[in-house]
Antibody, heavy 120, light 108 residues
C-alpha cells in the first residue's frame, strides 16, 4: 500500500488549494479514505472521510462548508478541495486508507503528508 | 462529540522501562479505540485496534487494554525505537473521529 499526497503550498487567507492523494497497492474503490491534519507542533485532527464509492462524505465542523472531499476511483486518486482558507488551516495534511468500504473506522495506512501554509 | 483525554502529555523513561499511557473517553465507546505511534517527520502508524488487538508486524512489547471509557497503552521493555508520540483515536461515535491530545515519550 502506498499513498502519495501532493498539492500543498503557500496560499493567502481566503484562497483555495486542491490536495491530491494517489493510492496504489490496493483496490481503492473497496475502501473509504480519510484526510487528517496536523498543525505545526500540535496533535492530529480528523478533517474528512469518504466512502469507497464516493457517494457518502463527512466533515469536521471546523471545515464544513469550506472543504470538499472527492475521489476518482478510475485514477485511484483522492482529493481535498479547500477554499476560504484561514491561517488556522495551516497544517500537514495526511491522506489515509480506511480498513473498510464505509468511513468511520481506524485508518490503517497513511501517506507522508503535504504541508499547507496559509499566510499573507 | 466524544472527547478523548490522554495522559500524561509527556513522560521521560529509560530503555528497558515499562510505560503506561491512558486515554479516557467522555462517554462509553465500547472497545472502538486504536493507538497510533508517530515519530518526528513521519506519518502516524497504527499499532492497536479494537482497544487490544495488536496489528500484524507490531512488536508484542506493545499492548492495549480497556473498554467503555478507560483505555491503556502499555509499552514493556522500552526500546530506543519506541521514543515517539502516541495518540489514541476513537471511532465509536462518527462523525467525527476524535484523537487524544498525544503523549510524547522521551528518553530520560
Amino acid at each position: 500500500v502506498q499513498l502519495v499526497e501532493s498539492g500543498g503550498g503557500l496560499v493567502q487567507p481566503g484562497g483555495s488549494l486542491r490536495l491530491s492523494c494517489v493510492a496504489s497497492g490496493f483496490a481503492s474503490s473497496n475502501y473509504a479514505m480519510t484526510w487528517v491534519r496536523q498543525a505545526p507542533g500540535k496533535g492530529l485532527e480528523w478533517v474528512s472521510g469518504i466512502s469507497g464509492s464516493g457517494d457518502i462524505t463527512h466533515y469536521a465542523d471546523s471545515v464544513k462548508g469550506r472543504f470538499t472531499i472527492s475521489r476518482d476511483n478510475s485514477k485511484n486518486t483522492l482529493f481535498l478541495q479547500m477554499s476560504s482558507l484561514r491561517v488556522e488551516d495551516t497544517a500537514v495534511y495526511y491522506c489515509a486508507k480506511d480498513p473498510d468500504f464505509w468511513s468511520g473506522q481506524l485508518p490503517d495506512y497513511w501517506g507522508q503528508g503535504t504541508l499547507v501554509t496559509v499566510s499573507s | 462529540d466524544i472527547q478523548m483525554t490522554q495522559s500524561p502529555s509527556s513522560l521521560s523513561a529509560s530503555v528497558g522501562d515499562r510505560v503506561t499511557i491512558t486515554c479516557r473517553a467522555s462517554q462509553d465507546i465500547r472497545n472502538d479505540l486504536g493507538w497510533y505511534q508517530q515519530k518526528p517527520g513521519e506519518a502516524p502508524r497504527r499499532l492497536i485496534f479494537a482497544a487490544s488487538t495488536l496489528r500484524s508486524g507490531i512488536s508484542s512489547r506493545f499492548s492495549g487494554s480497556g473498554s467503555g471509557t478507560e483505555f491503556t497503552l502499555t509499552i514493556s521493555n522500552l526500546q530506543p525505537e519506541d521514543f515517539a508520540t502516541y495518540y489514541c483515536l476513537q471511532h465509536s461515535s462518527f462523525p467525527p473521529l476524535t484523537f487524544g491530545g498525544g503523549t510524547k515519550v522521551e528518553i530520560k
